[in-house]
C-alpha cells in the first residue's frame, strides 16, 4: 500500500484558487499494475463518488479492478482531505493538488479534463466549468477588465 501525490503545475493570470469542482469530478488516470507492470492504455476516472468494496470486508476504495494480465486486484482511493487548490502563489511551481492511496497499483499519468474552477485573483469574480484538456485555458473578467488564464499545464507523481 502507498500514497502517491498528484503535484499539478501551471502558470496563472490573474486567477486563484484553481481547485476540482464538486464531489463528482473526475480524475483521469492511467494506473500501472505493481504486479506485472501492465499499464492501462486507456484513461480510467475516479470520482470522490465512487466507492466499491474492497475483498474480505476491509473497508472500501474509489475504484477495485483486476489486472488483465496477471489477474490481481488492485484498488485505489481519493484522499479527500488531501485535496489542495492551486493558488497564484503557487503558479510555475509544483504543488500537490491531491494525494491517492494504492494497492497493487500506481498512477503513471493524469490528463486533466473538464470540471476545475478557479477565481479572479483581484476580484470576487468566480469562473467555473474550466477544461484544462488542452493544458491551456482563458477567459475575461469583466470586474477586473483584463484577461484571465491558466497555461502550459503540467503534473509529476509523487510517492507520499
Given at each position: 500500500?502507498?500514497?502517491?501525490?498528484?503535484?499539478?503545475?501551471?502558470?496563472?493570470?490573474?486567477?486563484?484558487?484553481?481547485?476540482?469542482?464538486?464531489?463528482?469530478?473526475?480524475?483521469?488516470?492511467?494506473?500501472?499494475?505493481?504486479?506485472?507492470?501492465?499499464?492501462?492504455?486507456?484513461?480510467?476516472?475516479?470520482?470522490?463518488?465512487?466507492?466499491?468494496?474492497?475483498?474480505?470486508?476491509?473497508?472500501?476504495?474509489?475504484?477495485?479492478?483486476?489486472?488483465?494480465?496477471?489477474?490481481?486486484?488492485?484498488?485505489?482511493?481519493i484522499?479527500?482531505?488531501?485535496?489542495?487548490?492551486?493558488?497564484?502563489?503557487?503558479?510555475?511551481?509544483?504543488?500537490?493538488?491531491?494525494?491517492?492511496?494504492?494497492?497493487?497499483?500506481?498512477?503513471?499519468?493524469?490528463?486533466?479534463?473538464?470540471?476545475?474552477?478557479?477565481?479572479?485573483?483581484?476580484?470576487?469574480?468566480?469562473?467555473?466549468?474550466?477544461?484544462?484538456?488542452?493544458?491551456?485555458?482563458?477567459?475575461?473578467?469583466?470586474?477586473?477588465?483584463?484577461?484571465?488564464?491558466?497555461?502550459?499545464?503540467?503534473?509529476?507523481f509523487?510517492?507520499?
Amino acid at each position: 500500500m502507498g500514497k502517491f501525490g498528484l503535484q499539478f503545475k501551471a502558470t496563472l493570470e490573474n486567477v486563484t484558487n484553481v481547485r476540482p469542482e464538486g464531489d463528482d469530478f473526475r480524475w483521469y488516470l492511467k494506473l500501472k499494475c505493481g504486479n506485472c507492470g501492465e499499464v492501462s492504455d486507456k484513461w480510467q476516472y475516479i470520482t470522490l463518488l465512487d466507492s466499491m468494496p474492497l475483498k474480505g470486508g476491509r473497508g472500501s476504495a474509489s475504484m477495485v479492478q483486476k489486472c488483465k494480465l496477471c489477474s490481481r486486484e488492485n484498488s485505489i482511493d481519493i484522499l479527500r482531505d488531501t485535496i489542495t487548490p492551486y493558488n497564484a502563489e503557487d503558479s510555475e511551481r509544483f504543488k500537490t493538488m491531491v494525494q491517492f492511496e494504492c494497492r497493487g497499483l500506481e498512477p503513471v499519468d493524469f490528463q486533466p479534463q473538464a470540471g476545475f474552477a478557479a477565481g479572479g485573483a483581484e476580484t470576487s469574480t468566480q469562473f467555473p466549468e474550466i477544461n484544462l484538456q488542452e493544458k491551456d485555458w482563458t477567459d475575461y473578467d469583466e470586474k477586473a477588465s483584463e484577461s484571465v488564464g491558466i497555461y502550459e499545464v503540467t503534473h509529476q507523481f509523487i510517492k507520499c
